[in-house]
């Protein structure tokens, strides 16, 4: 068998261990006719800001599609939660439509014709909020996720931290595939070029700070993105970065030694890795890229002298989504974070005791503070 051949079996193969076998359905804009969400109590909604280098679809459901952008695409929607809600657990519908009860859904997508009305909802939405809880929350998603997923898991990660800032999902053309794995490296790589308008975009709001969650392959477009703002020398200097959270990086551990080489003290100090390195879709992901480790299945020890913080998240094995995903699968985890981020000046271990008592409680280890 020749190389070739074995590298497509070992995608094909890895695939079950980073994907289920079948997707649930696309859900943007399909409510429930039967069941109205202004008609069911105690449900809880989410205002949240999309910024996409994806092909808008005609596909209902989908709203954006697997196909790269020339252009940055502007949207918002709402996500329901539904009033049964679990923490760490994202209960969405196998079948439409979605029963707002006991399932999320995601209602009112709106698209936006300029930076300049996209802007000034983020505002309008910002003004909600008192004078120093005025911040965005900037997440951008992983491999292997359509539209659909990446909001979904951003409204349960706002619901289950409690963050009570802005939401702005940044959603990059991933093939959501599983074997499409290359196509979504190189979808990443390629967004990183809108970073920069996006950075503008958030700047141009009433924003007081912004917090930076990545996740997965997601890290690695982020990454690249502070590294290119260091260089064009505006990092930090649009807004202020309060934390920068990099859950399961799927990073080669050498290129992330050469992108914080690159980056300055100040933003090296905010920068916090959940690591795990019972991480099942890193190993998979390890074998595709020749047996480099990932950065977010490595040991701790491995950051030494680094100047990020590592939360070693290995021990942890109460995730509803996996060993990848256990920033929102674990309710202690998830919880963990939300006390972080909500704190003045973001996730510092130790800040306040309440913060102290939850590292203290639950089975993680925090190295590099």
Known sequence: MNMQKRDILGLLLAAPLLAGCSRPPELVGIENPALPDESIAQLRRHKMFIATTRQ???VVGAFYSAERAPELGLASVVATVPPTHKVGALERPEKLPPDPR????????????????????????????????????LFVHGYNNTTSDAILRLAQFVEDTGYDGVPVLLAWASAARAPRYVYDMNSALIA?????????????T?????????HSMGTLLTMEGLVDSQQRGTLGRRHMINTIILASPDIDIDL??????MLPPEIRSKIYLLVSR?????LASRRIAGGVPRVGAAHAAEFEGLGVTVIDLSRISDSSSGSHSKFAGSPEVVRLIGAGLNQPGGLRAGRTPALSDMLTAIPISVTGR
Not at 111 to 133: K, N
């Open 56 to 58: 808008a679809s005609e």
């Open 192 to 204: 990183r070029s809108k970073l920069d308008d996006i950075a503008g975009l958030l700047a141009g």
């Open 206 to 214: 009433r924003a007081e700070s912004v917090d930076i969650f990545a």
């Open 256 to 261: 992330f030694r050469t992108q914080i080489a």
């Open 278 to 282: 019972d991480d099942r879709a890193l």
């Open 102 to 137: 006991t399932e999320f859904s995601i209602i009112d997508p709106v698209v936006y014709a300029s930076a300049r009305s996209f802007a000034g909802e983020i505002d309008r939405e910002l003004a909600r909020r008192p004078p120093g809880r005025r911040r965005i929350l």
